[in-house]
């Protein structure tokens, strides 16, 4: 088995590639040791030490180093691992636990209260997200999460390499934004959840 590994826009962050499916729907993002106890793959890969984040996308696994730290040592002990689980093909979420989820719960905070006379609109939004955006993020090793519509005001949440990258705030702001102004007239502005 070979895993390839892709550079993000977020130089913290590194993609890899197993060549095999990871979550076969949905993602699923760790950004704490304790929320990793649910998955044995990304807990052993904050074992490490040297891990701010894990998010597993549909074919991929991208793993954000803690700041400071280099790829150069991180990189062969994150493979290392990859190459265990996938080759014994062991489970990637413990037995109970919540698999692929859009919302977690421990982010349901974060929600936006809508209004049904929104619906047409959020549904927009949201085949806009599906079909443009979140292929676009995937490709940078991250995902786009909807959290809500209000007022003109679409919420968002990057995960995975976008949630800490230089550039997530000029691509909510001048790719997302432009986008969804574009073709729906009711947004006016996109906003980090």
């Known amino acids: 088995m070979f895993i ?4 993000t826009p977020n130089p913290s962050s590194l993609k890899f590639l197993p060549g095999k499916t990871v979550m076969g729907s949905g993602t699923r993002e760790f950004s704490t ?3 990793a106890e649910a998955s044995p793959l990304a807990q052993a890969i904050f074992d490490l030490g040297d891990v701010t984040n894990v998010f597993f996308g549909g074919d991929f696994i991208t793993v954000t180093a803690a700041p400071g730290v ?13 190459l265990d689980h996938f080759v014994s093909e062991a489970p990637l979420f413990m037995p109970g636990s919540a698999g692929g989820i859009s919302v977690p719960a421990e ?3 974060m929600l936006v209260e809508e209004r049904d006379e929104d619906s047409d609109i959020i549904a927009q939004i ?3 997200l599906e ?15 909807y959290r809500g519509y209000r007022d003109g005001i679409v ?13 997530s705030t000029a691509t909510l702001k001048h790719g997302i934004e432009g986008l969804l102004k574009h073709y729906v007239p009711e947004v006016v502005e996109v906003r980090a959840a």
């Open 4 to 7: 390839e590994t892709e550079t």
């Open 126 to 128: 949201n085949e806009l």
């Open 131 to 145: 079909t443009r955006v979140r292929p676009a993020v995937a490709g940078d090793g991250g995902d786009i999460q």
């Open 107 to 109: 982010d349901e905070s």
């Open 155 to 167: 919420h968002l949440q990057m995960q995975g390499a976008c949630s800490g990258c230089p550039s």
């Open 33 to 35: 040791p304790e929320a």
């Open 70 to 82: 280099s790829w150069t040592d991180l990189k062969p002990q994150v493979v290392a691992i990859l």
